[in-house]
Structure formats: C-alpha cells, structure tokens
C-alpha cells in the first residue's frame, strides 16, 4: 500500500520565516510534487523531481525552493514566508521513468495546512 | 498555456440521484485523464481515469466518458450516497507525460 507522508498537518509561521517541509514516499518512486491547494483555483503546481537531486520549476514556483537529496524524500522551502503563501500544500509520488510515466497513477499525502501570520 | 476547466463547482443531489461533473482541456495532446476524489482532512485519491483511446469506462457506480474531438470528458455518479460527498477534481496529462493539470475542482453534497 503507497504511502506518502507529509511531516506537519498544520503550520503557523510568522511573515519572514524560512519554512521546510518534509515529504517521504515508501514505494520508490522516481517522481515526486509540490503542489498548493486554494479554492477555486485546483491544484497547482509548484516544483517537481523525477530523479534524486533533480528539480524542475512547475507553474508557481516564486518564493519557493525544493530539495531531493534521497529518493524518498522532497522537501519544499520557503525562503521567506509571506502572507500570500498561506495555502494547503499537497505532496504526491509516481512511480516511472521521465517521459514513460502518463498513465501512472499519482498517489497524494494528506496535506499540510500552512498559516502565515 | 494549458488549462482544465470543470464545471460545475458546487452540486447538490438527492441520495440515490445521479451526478454529472464536466471538464473541457485544452491542450490536444493529452492522452490520460485521471478523476480524484477529496475527502474532508485528506489528499486527493484516484477513483477512476481514462486514456484517450478508450471513449468510456465504467467501475461500479461510476462512470467516465471521453470525447477527443470536443476535448470534453464527464465523470457520472449513480445512486449517489452520503459518503460520495467530497470534492472531486478532473485533470488532464500528455504531451511528454509528466506535468497534471487539475481543474479547479467540484463540491458534491448528497442530501440524506
């Protein structure tokens, strides 16, 4: 059974902050995301990785930086915090090599719910 | 650049009524479309996807149909039940198979 973890369900941060989450995968998968979650908007893209110290920029990457020093693990950075950036952030995984992985299904954490203050 | 739209963004039924929830994607060379289902406190979970050289599948209670030339695809409930309440979001992938476009998301209630 996938399972992807995401080190905090809530976070309070203050405007400034440098702000790290954690995300691990147990199955091995090559690729891993960031994305945030607001309403009305979906789901959106911020970084992803299909191999370990690999990072591509997705859609919003502003004010944001990622690490994947181990293939299980991608963490999201925030350099420094600000208002806008409260949001629900949402990690996922899926397994296969770049350009063979369209039809893999992609497995999701259970969100963190990041408050800026 | 490319995009997902999904309509409507909140649905009301009645249990046991059927629900409809439509996307339109823009970008031609997407060949996979997932349906996710978001409970209340959790990520998204697959429930269903379709490729683009299938125009229906089916599982169950849901369904999900595919129309290429129009670049529509539905996703259809039956004898929806409390516990399919939940926020469920389309999306589409291709091209280079790597980045998922998600629509904005729908709100479905089913009233006891």
């Known amino acids: 059974d996938v399972k992807v973890t995401q080190s905090s369900r809530y976070l309070v941060k203050r405007t400034g902050e440098k702000v790290f989450l954690e995300c691990v995968q147990d199955?091995?998968?090559?690729?891993m995301f960031w994305y945030r979650q607001d309403p009305g908007l979906g789901l959106r893209l911020i970084y992803f990785?299909?191999?370990?110290?690999?990072?591509e920029k997705g859609d919003i990457p502003e004010g944001y930086s990622v690490s994947r020093e181990k293939k299980e693990r991608f963490s999201l950075i925030l350099e420094s915090a600000s208002t806008n950036q409260t949001s629900m952030y949402l990690c996922?995984?899926?397994?296969?090599?770049?350009?063979?992985?369209?039809?893999?299904?992609?497995?999701f954490g259970p969100g963190t719910r990041l408050t800026v203050l | 650049g490319e995009n997902v739209e999904q309509h409507p963004s909140t649905l009301s039924v009645q249990e046991g009524d059927s629900a409809v929830i439509k996307c339109t994607y823009s970008?031609?060379?997407?060949?996979?479309f997932p349906w996710y289902k978001q409970e209340l406190g959790k990520g998204p979970q697959l429930i269903i996807d379709i490729r683009s050289n299938v125009g229906e599948k089916k599982d169950q209670r849901i369904a999900v149909t595919l129309n290429k030339t129009a670049k529509h695809f539905s996703l259809h409930i039956t004898e929806t039940q409390p516990e399919d309440s939940a926020v469920y979001f389309c999306a589409a992938r291709g091209g280079g198979g790597f980045k998922t476009i998600f629509g904005a998301g729908t709100r479905l209630f089913v009233k006891a």
């Open positions: 996922a995984s899926r397994p296969g090599s770049r350009g063979l992985s369209s039809y893999n299904e992609q497995f």
């Open positions: 990785s299909y191999d370990v110290k690999m990072k």
């Open positions: 970008d031609s060379a997407s060949n996979y």
């Open positions: 199955m091995d998968h090559e690729n």
